[in-house]
């Protein structure tokens, strides 16, 4: 490379946006990057000229090491839409100004399917202005719900901390009796995609019965089924859990969170901010059943729990930083990189660049045959789907007992 | 040991409770016991003669390092309170009998403080009837608010536990811009001792500010002192992060969980259970503040997440289980197994036992010289206690990706 690399991120936090920042860090530099950048809360701080020099920051090996392992995103994110191309073309003047002020030869952006709608935008006005900057994308979302990449990093840890805790959370509800049983509801992220909410099942093994019902928001959620097939689980076992997506719906469309009092808020890219499931439904059995009821929201927790996260996962969002760099260097623009699965025992899985054109705004679901006919648990295939993703830990670097991550200033 | 050992797990789990019970029957076992039973659910599954021979379920040397790392009572629970002796003679005898058919020498409870009174009425029973058997306490509550003793196993790890959730979501909370800031509100468990709350200071360190409030329930908590808090810190920072006991209550002795719609249910030993303190706090502040806010629940997950165990904790805890069992062996009986602080740097702990009468039904508060004059924070006398309990990990067997429990079926 001749001149210099920014790189982003953009949308939620993941536990493992980080190591393709660290990724991308080392192969820019590796490849001759005089300078890389990063942009603070993504292209809505661009707008603003608020970057770093990431030399500043990672300058040692043990440095990247702690920068693998932090969670959250490091250079700060944004849920910004770039308006489109001919609505506000002083938006997009501006960022070049500033990309050429800079030097920028490659600008990579981690993100989830709305960054890759930047992504696009901004390789399609290079395209149009016959501006050399090349932008490629780094996939990045819990969510999994990215086209045409066979998962996503982030996704991986997500799924160990969620089955890992389902299957915590599983014993803990055996211990003590309750005259009419217990029913413990978890609520997982997953707005539309029920890949995370399905990752309960990992908690299923020959020491641990997993949850007894998932709910992907894939499927019609029928309320009265639902009790039904609570209560006849409780006159079968004393404790019931159920994993519920926070997105699932009913019949008629509605979320069930919206059925009791909920908030309310849509945010910039019209998404609703959906809570409470959980605690509907919890209070919805306890007046059905009358038994104890438990509602428990992994909420945050579950997208940042470096603490716990994959190695398969820390690994490949490494890799995926290195070959967006990679791919930007030889000359690939509006691309995103995308991770292929060759073989899954063993698994062994590779890179490939796609054109984000095919990928931006669109939402890989849980096929429906993953799904048991009742809608009610996810197939032995997603099981084999995801247990790959799993594998494997990175020990944390602990200091006095609490892991290390790597010093951010919140003013930067 | 000439005779047979019963060993019993009472009240809340932990994910240290089951090394208690592993250090009881490996002692007890070297001790001569012939056999080892474990009552399922405590003194109530012992009223209706459910038990189980533990030689059964732990084989092998890997059977009692899983057990061990598996979280929760292992024999299942109960929060049953046994009547005065003057009250109900006939349940003492029912037990009596029990444990006479078994050749029971010794008898430990694994429990906190509701657990010892269970201990101190056997054991007053005991006496009175010039009855053999001894019964110790073995001391366990996340909670940490036992008297006498310098703490109590199961602590450690929630405190491990809550000081790395902590930082995970102090990260996150920084990751993405809101117009007039984010205020999260993490609701941690304590209904009267605020040592969980307090260990969300643990996460403080070179790379993280900490929380920036923390409000225990020994403390007065006032709602617009609070507010003015929290307005005051968006003025300084983006984002905000509270952490609260479930148990705070305003200057008139109203639960904050109550000053919104919230259950009211009492248990057994006349606690109220609560829930929503976060949920009240975070609508209090969007209320007052029209910031977002976010309010997160750590729930069972900070009692039972053995994935993140303190290894001090975990030995600690097969310690004092098989001290019990020595203490009873050499003729102790209505006794408390304690530990005892020697040294803090290097840390040092031993064990001792004490009068049970002096520790049940009470309850170890933070002493007010522990929380800054404002009652907004620990101070670093506090950390300094904490510090040592959460040092080192048990690193969890893992199977396919997730942590391996000792198998218990739910309907032994």
Redesign the interface.
């Known amino acids: 490379m001749k001149g210099n690399v920014i790189v982003g991120q953009s949308g939620?936090?993941t536990a493992a946006i980080n190591s393709s920042l660290a990724g991308v860090y080392r192969t820019a530099k590796d490849r001759g990057a005089k300078k890389v950048y990063g942009m603070l809360?993504g292209v809505?701080g661009l707008l603003q000229e608020r970057y770093i020099d990431l030399s500043e920051h990672i300058k040692t090996e043990l440095d990247a090491e702690l920068l693998k392992r932090?969670?959250?995103?490091f250079l700060?994110?944004?849920?910004y839409k770039l308006p489109e191309i001919h609505e506000d073309k002083a938006v997009y003047e501006k960022i070049f100004k500033i990309l050429d002020k800079l030097d920028i030869e490659a600008f990579i952006y981690i993100g989830g399917n709305d960054s890759m709608d930047t992504i696009k935008k901004l390789s399609d006005y290079a395209i149009i202005t016959g501006h050399p900057t090349r932008f490629v994308g780094c996939p990045k979302t819990i969510d999994n719900d990215l086209a045409l990449t066979d998962h996503t990093p982030g996704y991986g840890s997500a799924a160990?901390y969620i089955?890992?805790?389902l299957?915590?959370?599983i014993?803990?509800g055996?211990?003590?009796?309750y005259p009419k049983g217990l029913v413990?509801i978890v609520e997982i992220m997953g707005r539309n995609a029920g890949w995370l909410t399905g990752a309960a099942a990992?908690?299923q093994?020959?020491?641990?019965?997993g949850p007894d019902l998932i709910y992907l928001p894939e499927i019609t959620f029928d309320l009265h089924q639902f009790s039904d097939k609570v209560k006849q689980l409780l006159e079968k076992?004393?404790?019931v859990v159920v994993a519920v997506s926070e997105g699932i719906r009913t019949g008629d469309g509605n979320y069930v969170c919206e059925l009791g009092s909920s908030v309310d808020f849509v945010d910039a890219f019209g998404h609703k901010q959906l809570s409470g499931t959980a605690s509907y439904l919890a209070s919805f059995i306890a007046g059905e059943i009358g038994c104890k009821t438990?509602a428990?929201?992994l909420?945050?927790?579950q997208?940042?729990?470096?603490?716990?996260a994959?190695r398969v996962d820390i690994l490949e969002a490494y890799q995926v930083g290195g070959a967006a760099v990679k791919a930007a260097d030889e000359g690939d623009s509006g691309k995103m990189v995308v991770l292929q699965r060759l073989s899954d025992d063993p698994y062994q899985c590779g890179t490939e660049v796609k054109d984000v054109h095919k990928i931006a705004n669109d939402e890989k679901l849980v096929p429906r045959e993953w799904v048991n006919e009742e809608g009610t648990y996810v197939t032995d295939e997603f099981v084999a789907y995801v247990?790959p993703l799993?594998?494997?830990?990175v020990s944390p670097v602990?200091?006095?007992?609490?892991?290390?991550?790597?010093?951010?200033s919140?003013?930067m």
């Open positions: 939620g936090p809360h809505q932090t969670p959250a995103a700060g994110s944004c849920r160990k089955g890992t805790s299957k915590e959370i014993r803990d055996f211990c003590l009796e413990t990992l908690s093994g020959e020491d641990c019965d076992k004393p404790s438990r428990i929201e909420s945050t927790l997208r940042s729990a470096s603490h716990a994959s247990r799993i594998q494997g830990d602990m200091v006095d007992g609490i892991p290390r991550h790597l010093f951010r919140y003013d």
